[in-house]
């Protein structure tokens, strides 16, 4: 008896062992897309990559691919729809028509004191079943935020040293930062990452806005610029990772499982990788020679207070025009960044 009990035990535990082994076997090849090269804007999804392929032996295999090789960088939604690749990077503020009520997180000067509050908020606004369901039509589902610290400009032109130099430049600055900037007189364009030096170089804008500050060494502004702005924050833009919604949906639980216990560790990479380059990149830009532009506190709150409410009021009465409860997202960004702050 005790041998046939020990014979069935052992069967037992081998057909479960064999149906592990079998789910964990199942190969499964991903494509996302992102803009621009490697850098600590991508250091997250490349966790989540490395992740899947360390628990699963290679058998979750997820190529990120770089510079807009499989995807235009405005494009990602209708490239995720199609089943082109199974998921990207998508700036909402590249194509801000395709998914409007997400451009709550592009909104200047929201209360975000560092870049863990940021996450907490950015992941609640991701499970709002409106954000969702604006989502729903481009098959994708937000999966995790690229966070973006907090911009800054970096220019060619006349260091803008007080509010009133801003008139009439025109300067590199998307969604709700590009609005903030016309408070000032100054003139916004919306331009994708890859292509400011360019235009900087050339004098189609006289500043642009980046994610201080890996962005500018990223995009080597300082090569081609006089003086950068330090300290004035005056917003970020929402990148979200999505994913395909079917894509998603068909891969095995343990899969599915596996990707969502990852982003914890992707959130720690990306936020240490945004450090580093601040240590590395701050000392090079001065060591370079660029002036930099501090604005006394008492400036900032004239910046802050001409800029903040009254963008916000704009974008909720554009919202209710286009019949979508931006109040209530921006209510729920306020209230997370609070808890979060607490």
């Known amino acids: 008896m005790r041998l046939h009990n020990c014979l069935a035990a052992a069967s037992i535990l081998a057909a479960g062992l064999a149906a592990a082994s079998a789910q964990a076997g199942e190969k499964v090849s991903w494509n ?29 295999a997820i190529k990120i691919h770089y510079a807009e090789a499989v995807s235009p960088a405005k494009e990602v939604l209708d490239s995720i ?17 395709k998914a409007p009520l997400n451009g709550v997180l592009d909104l200047p000067f929201l209360p975000f004191g560092n870049l863990e509050i940021q996450r907490k908020v950015h992941e609640a606004v991701y499970k709002q079943p409106a954000i969702a369901k604006e989502l729903q039509q481009w098959d994708s ?34 969604a709700g930062l590009g609005e903030a900037m016309k408070t000032l007189g100054a003139v916004p364009t919306t331009v994708p990452s890859p292509e400011i030096y360019t235009a900087l170089e050339r004098g189609t804008f006289q500043a642009a806005s980046l994610p201080f500050s890996y962005a500018h060494a990223t995009y080597k502004l300082q090569e081609v610029s006089r003086w950068y702005t ?33 982003k914890a560790d992707a959130y720690d990479a990306m936020i240490a990788a ?66 979060a702050g607490s």
């Open 32 to 60: 996302w897309s992102v803009h621009g090269p490697s850098r600590a804007f991508t250091k997250g999804m490349e966790r989540i990559a490395e992740i899947a392929a360390e628990k699963t032996g290679g058998d979750f």
């Open 81 to 97: 729809k199609i089943g082109a690749i199974e998921g990207g990077i998508m700036c909402i503020s590249y194509a801000p028509g």
């Open 141 to 174: 589902v937000p999966f995790f935020s690229a966070l973006l610290p907090q911009y800054e400009f970096m220019g060619a032109g006349k260091a803008p040293k007080t509010l009133d130099d801003w008139k009439g430049m025109r300067v590199r600055a998307l």
């Open 230 to 262: 330090y300290g004035l924050a005056p917003g970020s833009i929402n990148c979200p990772l999505l994913l395909g919604r079917a894509a998603f949906d068909k891969l095995p639980a343990a899969y599915r499982t596996l990707l969502v216990d990852a």
């Open 274 to 339: 945004y450090k580093a380059a601040d240590d590395k990149n701050i000392p090079m830009f001065d060591a370079a020679g660029l002036e930099r532009i501090t604005y006394a506190p008492e400036v900032r709150a004239q910046f802050e207070a001409k800029a903040a409410q009254p963008v916000w009021d704009a974008w909720v009465a554009d919202m209710a025009k286009r019949g979508l409860p931006g109040k209530e997202i921006l209510d729920v960004v306020l209230a997370e960044a609070k808890k």
